[in-house]
């Protein structure tokens, strides 16, 4: 488990300094797009909310982008 | 991270403010007093109805008002109520014959020939919950929240936070956060023993604790292009087992049936999880990608796809198919049944949702605003349909006919109401 | 709760966390670079709603230059502020000159429509001058003093704030 949880680690280690190491750069200016609501890891929070609950309910696993997803007898 | 809901306006300023508050990656939190005639607080009403087939069946109506402060913060508290009906599988094995037997709480439940078992319920949960988020300069926000829920045999209360920071010329944005809750499981008619024939060993509450972590970084990496990283632990312990769940013991050569224990869980379990996603914006339609591996001490281990595609047909209105994979392993305990006169496991469970398991979701999001009321519209429609190991290689006997894991289909339906005023 | 073995697990996760910081840390240098306060302010000449826009001829005037666009929300509110700041200070010699950096036209528009500000608004969809002022954010605001140099620049805009800008609007109009 420890080690699972070691090698997963490492691999988010990787990953952030892919994300870091990218030279991409966007200019304050040049982020009209980004900006929109649309552009968001989750633009309808409130019926991801509801999607996590039956999922947490109906599934084994929980996780996201909020670690939440308890908080229910329903699993 | 709750806060946006709806294509709005151009002209509400509120909804660009909880945007940029909840994606703090691009403009500025410390957003200053909003012109005199723009909104400040926002009411949100969901429901959704959800149904499934031959089971359960759930109406839950969801109210949520946000306030936001002169000074960039802001508060929110939601309330929610759930109200459950139908019945779910005990976790026994069919068998030839109609099974009767007495639930926990006297009721008498007879359950068809070859058919899996099924226990009736009826539950009412209501959920209050409360979000304060305040900027901290330019760059960096903080967010305090709180639940408390309370169903016939479940309560929850906790409470979390997070901190979010900008960096990089704010290309990169990082979290962390964590949070509690201190739960209780009172089962109606009492605790039952694990894997006992249901031996009442106390009336009281069990507790249960959970805890976890979480770690976030998203990046831009173009005008159009945004991925991220979030990993997530969270620790439980205490009380873990489904007091109702049952584990039919059968004959070690027909199959059959002949008494059935319940369940009995480890009462510690640490989950964990990776979540890779991408936003990317076409011409103006926009791609959401994401993939989660999740594992754990139960020995679970999960891959969820998700895909969603919104197509923006104005600047109102938009249609948003979704499609989602989940696959997951069994808990290392999960058995379909145990065998008669076999030693006892340590821990035991039938429940399908700790079996093999594939779930499939097709559906559809459509956003939109209706002529001159205020506000906007969301109405969702999905269909799941999951699908266990019906014939596992271990099943014997009778169990061999019998299809122990039938496929679920079930339909949920969301309408969504936000207005700014 | 968390015990000490469960924070042994949690190590892996802790020592990204570090590095992260460690790597965020030795990189922000690298992006350090932003208009030097008392340097020249770069010339630029740009089309408004009227006459074209040289920063060269004000000379002799103190000019806030601000970098704005349409969907940024804290510019939204800047533009009320900027509209007292020139009632208050234009005839001290103030001048403020709003850059628009959108890249579509009818959107900056849509957003005069609303504001009718009482200052100049220039257009510089390319975003040639941002990239000379080096504009870390938006809005970014600098004020130029009488003889050409940048004396003060701000990034955001927050009105809790927004005094201290204003003080250093009346220094650069009181030499």
Redo the contacts between chains.
Sequence with gaps: ??R???Q??????G???L??A?C???????????????????????????DDH??FS???????????G????C? | MRLQLEPAKPASALRDILHTAALALLLVPGAAKAADTDPTDRIDFTTLLYGEQSRTQIFEPVVRFTHLMSDGQWVSGQLGIDVITGSSPTGALPSGIVQTRTSASGRTITSPAGQIPMAPFKDRRVSLDGQWQRPWGRLVSSTLGGHFSREKDYQSFGVDGKFSTDLMHRLLNITIGGGVSRDSVFPVGGTPAGLSAGTIIHTGSNAKNVSNVLLGASRILSRVWMVSVNGTRTFESGYLTEPYKLITVENRVTGAPVSSLTDKRPSTRDRSSVLLSSVYHLTDDVVYTSYRYYWDTWNVRSHTIDLKYRRVLDADTYVEPLLRYYQQSSASFYTVGLIQGAPLPEYGTSDYRLGKLRTITVGGTFGFRAGDVPGSFTVRGQYMRQAGDGSPPNAIGIQRNFDLSPSISIFSAVVGYTFDY | MIDREKLHDLMPLRRVFFLVLFLIGSSQSLFAARARDHAIAPDFTLPTTSVPFSLADYRGKVVLVDFWASWCIPCRQSFPWMGSMIERYSAQGLVIVAINLDKKREAADEFLQTFHPPFIVAFDPAGKTAEAFHVDAMPSSFIVSRTGAIVYSHQGFERAKANTVEDQIKEALSR
């Design positions: 488990m420890i699972t949880a070691r997963i680690g490492r691999a988010m280690a990953l952030i300094l994300l870091l990218g991409a750069t966007v200019q304050p200016w040049d982020r009209d797009i980004l900006a929109e609501k649309k552009m968001s890891f989750n633009p309808s929070p409130m019926l991801q909310a509801i039956i999922y109906k599934e084994a696993s929980m996780g996201g982008i909020d670690a939440g308890g908080g229910c007898g699993n």
